[in-house]
């Protein structure tokens, strides 16, 4: 069974950085998608930045330019590098793995808070 375990939320004043990191367990070898989606209260959960394995990446156009994903094929993990963060990047981050076969695995989210 894959599971995705995400780290690095918590709180930071705007303008500051975090960095998140997610890694996947299981038996599992590689996967073709990976990337992070985010879900503010009372919004739908929107994509922030996905990356292929050929290392091809896409960013929301709220995130682009601050936001910078990366991945490690070995590891089976990625890292989300959030500079210039702003209170409206406020929101529950999952990252989410897609395998060959085209199926989806989530984390259970970590809590990004940026205060004004």
């Known amino acids: 069974q894959v599971q995705l375990v995400e780290s690095g939320g918590g709180l930071v004043q705007a303008g500051g950085s975090l960095r998140l990191s997610c890694a996947a367990s299981?038996?599992?070898?590689?996967?073709?998608?990976m990337g992070w989606y985010r879900q503010a209260p009372g919004k739908q959960r929107e994509l922030v930045a996905v990356i292929t394995k050929g290392g091809t990446t896409t960013y929301s156009s709220s995130v682009k330019g601050r936001f910078t994903i990366s991945r490690d094929n070995a590891k089976r993990a990625i890292d989300l590098q959030m500079m210039s963060l702003k209170p409206e990047d406020t929101a529950v981050y999952y990252c989410?793995?897609?395998?060959?076969?085209?199926?989806?695995?989530w984390g259970r989210g970590t809590q990004v808070t940026v205060s004004s």
């Open positions: 989410t793995f897609r395998d060959w076969g085209s199926r989806d695995y």
């Open positions: 299981g038996n599992i070898f590689s996967f073709n998608i």
